[in-house]
């Protein structure tokens, strides 16, 4: 009886054991990302965390608002940030938080974001007064109509913006008849070519932007949970993580290498 008391008890420790070495402390990822336009993110919330809770105590935050998210991040050091490139441009200058990874899709890790109009409107000098679809926030794609209009400030301040759910949409909704112009991503008109090349020949380019990088990942200064980014760059080879993934538009998160980084900051 004494050696059976014995046994479940080395196997209770071993047990122990390697629970506790899997659930290290709860590190977080919070999320911002202006480039989307998410009703809900439960769906996404619920899949990351369910990842997550595979290895460890870890968690996935979602921010709608980048003021809220801001305030939160700016007292807190024990989790890393996954926000659009865009976003990390406006505050590098106010932040201590350093970036580490970025986000692939297909082999890359930019993209452009693209002016696109019907061939009957065909030109920026009919952008005053219209209408554009777009998917994301209003303050993303209004700095992207600033940086190609300039100081036309009269015309950009007339233009309204109809808010779809994703890039593909901003393009579907000039076929259907909603809007002249459209804002979207080289990727979405390459997948349009592909999936619908009559639409895709109805339109016509007008601006490209320069190369912007995918998502990025950014951890504060004294950020040392090296496990936990070890989770992100496996994701790839996980069923779930790849779900989740998939979600945002990517296939897998690399390591930034040194030219990259300069050239983010």
């Known amino acids: 009886m004494n050696i059976i008391r014995t046994i479940v008890t080395v196997v209770l420790i071993i047990s122990i054991s390697h629970v506790t070495s899997r659930v290290v ?7 911002y990302s202006p480039e989307l336009n998410v009703g809900s993110y439960v769906p996404l919330k619920i899949a990351f965390d369910s990842y997550l809770s595979d290895f460890g105590d870890y968690q996935f935050q979602p921010f709608k ?22 976003y990390y441009t406006m505050i590098r200058g106010k ?26 409107a065909g030109s920026v000098d009919n952008l005053r007064g219209s209408q554009i679809s777009a998917s994301g926030t209003q303050e993303y794609n209004r700095e992207f109509l600033k940086h190609i209009l300039g100081d036309k400030k009269d015309i950009l301040d007339s233009i309204r913006i109809l ?26 008109l390459e997948k349009l070519s592909a999936i619908n090349k009559r639409m895709y020949n109805s339109l016509v380019v007008l601006k490209y932007s320069e190369n912007i990088m995918l998502p990025l990942i950014l951890v504060p200064a004294d950020f040392d949970d090296k496990e936990f980014i070890r989770l992100i760059e ?16 990517l296939d897998k998160f690399r390591r930034l290498n040194h030219f990259e980084i300069k050239a983010i900051e």
């Open 25 to 31: 402390r709860g590190s977080v990822m919070y999320f």
């Open 65 to 86: 608002d980048k003021d809220i998210l801001e305030k939160y991040v700016n007292t807190k050091s024990d989790g890393i940030i996954l926000v659009s490139s865009w």
């Open 95 to 120: 932040t201590k938080l350093k970036p580490i990874m970025v986000g692939v899709s297909k082999g890359k890790t930019v993209q452009k974001r693209v002016l696109v109009a019907s061939k009957q």
């Open 163 to 188: 808010i779809v759910p994703k890039d593909i949409d901003a393009l579907m909704s000039i076929s259907f008849g909603l809007t002249d112009f459209a804002i979207t991503t080289d990727t979405s």
């Open 234 to 249: 496996g994701m790839e080879n996980d069923p779930k993580g790849l779900q989740v993934l998939k979600m945002l538009g």
